[in-house]
């Protein structure tokens, strides 16, 4: 609802980040999550997409954002991809999306990835020296 109200400006869609604790909480979470001491740096956003862990609960995501996209069209939605610790990772995910139709630049696609971590900034520190 919210890309056709602002349709043909850009909307950022931020891909699931929910903590294993926020996960645990929900009707069943225990069953499946981890407990982890810091769940802040632990199991979530990038490495849950392509964990098989999670892999069936990300199908879903790209499925709704594929809709999004092909049955509404909407091409004006850009995913977000919040918690990638190293751009290994996001290839990862980036993998997984195109399994399930999410191809970057088709149909305007566009990704994103947050930049949330000291590590991300490093990378893109090097990848600029020079410039």
């Not at 956003?45 to 999670?54: E, K, N, P």
């Not at 199908?59 to 995913?79: F, P, S």
């Amino acid at each position: 609802m919210i890309a056709a109200a602002f349709y043909p400006k850009p909307v950022i869609v931020r891909l699931s980040d929910f903590k294993s604790n926020e996960y645990t909480n929900l009707l069943s979470g225990r069953q499946f999550e981890p407990k982890e001491e810091n769940p802040m740096i632990g199991w979530r956003g990038a490495s849950r997409y392509y964990s098989d862990r999670y892999r069936e609960g990300f199908v879903l995501e790209c499925q709704a954002m594929k809709r999004v996209q092909d049955d509404m069209g909407l091409t004006n939605v850009i995913l977000m991809i919040p918690f990638c610790r190293i751009p290994e990772e996001g290839q990862l995910v980036l993998a997984e999306m195109a399994k399930h139709g999410l191809l970057c630049q088709e149909n305007g696609l566009q990704v994103y990835v947050m930049c949330e971590l000291p590590s991300n900034v490093l990378v893109c520190q090097d990848k600029n020296d020079g410039l």
